[in-house]
T-cell receptor, first 117, second 119 residues
Framework: AQTVTQSQPEMSVQEAETVTLSCTYD???????LFWYKQPPSRQMILVIRQEAYKQQNATENRFSVNFQKAAKSFSLKISDSQLGDTAMYFC??????????????FGKGTHLIIQP | DGGITQSPKYLFRKEGQNVTLSCEQNLNHDAMYWYRQDPGQGLRLIYYSQIVNDFQKGDIAEGYSVSREKKESFPLTVTSAQKNPTAFYLC??????????????????FGDGTRLSIL
C-alpha cells in the first residue's frame, strides 16, 4: 500500500512571497504519478500540477513548480509570487501506474496555505 | 460543457436511515470513484468502478454500497451500518491510464461534492 505524508498542517506567507509545500510518499511501485490538488473554500478539487515518475525533469505550470526527488521519495510544490487567490488547502496525491491507475488516488492530509495581504 | 454532477449539495440523514448520493458524468469516462473527506484529513477512497457492472472496495468501504448500471452514473448509498457518516463526499471520474508511460493525458475530474450530516 502507498502512503502520502504532508508534514505542514498550515502555512502562512505574505502576498508576492515564494512558498514551498512539502510532501513525501512511500511506495514499492516503480511506475507512478504524483499530483498536487488545490481545494479553495468552495471545496472544488482543482488539479495544480502533475509529475510522471519516469520523468527526471521537474514539472512546471506558470507560477507552480515541483521538486521531485525520486530516490528520496519527495515531491514538494513551490508557488512563486503568491497571490491572495492561492489561499486554499493543498493536497499531494499518488497514483499507481500499473493496472491503468484506475484504482484511485492516495491523498495526504493536506496543507492549509494562507496568503496574507 | 462536460463534467461531473453531484446531487444533492447538502443531505441530512436520520438515525437508521439509508441515503443515496448521486453522481453523473458526461465525460465518457470509464472509471468512477467515491471519496470521503473529513476535517483535517485528506480524501479517502470508498469505492471505485473501472467498467459498467463492476466495482471494487476502496480503503473505507464498510457501511457503504454502490452500483454501476450505466457508464454515466455511479450512485453511493450510505447505509445505517455506517456509524459516522457525517463528512464531505466527492465523486470523480477518469480515463484509465495506459500501461505505457508517456501516453497518459487525462487527470482525474471531480464533482463539487455532497455534504452529509446527521439529524
Amino acid at each position: 500500500a502507498q502512503t502520502v505524508t504532508q508534514s505542514q498542517p498550515e502555512m502562512s506567507v505574505q502576498e508576492a512571497e515564494t512558498v514551498t509545500l512539502s510532501c513525501t510518499y512511500d511506495t514499492s511501485e516503480n511506475n507512478y504519478y504524483l499530483f498536487w490538488y488545490k481545494q479553495p473554500p468552495s471545496r472544488q478539487m482543482i488539479l495544480v500540477i502533475r509529475q510522471e515518475a519516469y520523468k527526471q525533469q521537474n514539472a512546471t505550470e506558470n507560477r507552480f513548480s515541483v521538486n521531485f526527488q525520486k530516490a528520496a521519495k519527495s515531491f514538494s510544490l513551490k508557488i512563486s509570487d503568491s497571490q491572495l487567490g492561492d489561499t486554499a488547502m493543498y493536497f499531494c496525491a499518488f497514483m499507481k501506474g500499473s493496472g491503468g491507475g484506475a484504482d484511485g488516488l492516495t491523498f495526504g492530509k493536506g496543507t492549509h496555505l494562507i496568503i496574507q495581504p | 460543457d462536460g463534467g461531473i454532477t453531484q446531487s444533492p449539495k447538502y443531505l441530512f440523514r436520520k438515525e437508521g436511515q439509508n441515503v443515496t448520493l448521486s453522481c453523473e458524468q458526461n465525460l465518457n469516462h470509464d472509471a468512477m470513484y467515491w471519496y470521503r473527506q473529513d476535517p483535517g484529513q485528506g480524501l479517502r477512497l470508498i469505492y471505485y468502478s473501472q467498467i459498467v457492472n463492476d466495482f471494487q472496495k476502496g480503503d473505507i468501504a464498510e457501511g457503504y454500497s454502490v452500483s454501476r448500471e450505466k457508464k454515466e452514473s455511479f450512485p453511493l448509498t450510505v447505509t445505517s451500518a455506517q456509524k459516522n457518516p457525517t463528512a464531505f463526499y466527492l465523486c470523480a471520474s477518469s480515463i484509465p491510464l495506459p500501461s505505457i508511460p508517456g501516453q497518459w493525458n487525462q487527470p482525474q475530474h471531480f464533482g463539487d461534492g455532497t455534504r452529509l450530516s446527521i439529524l
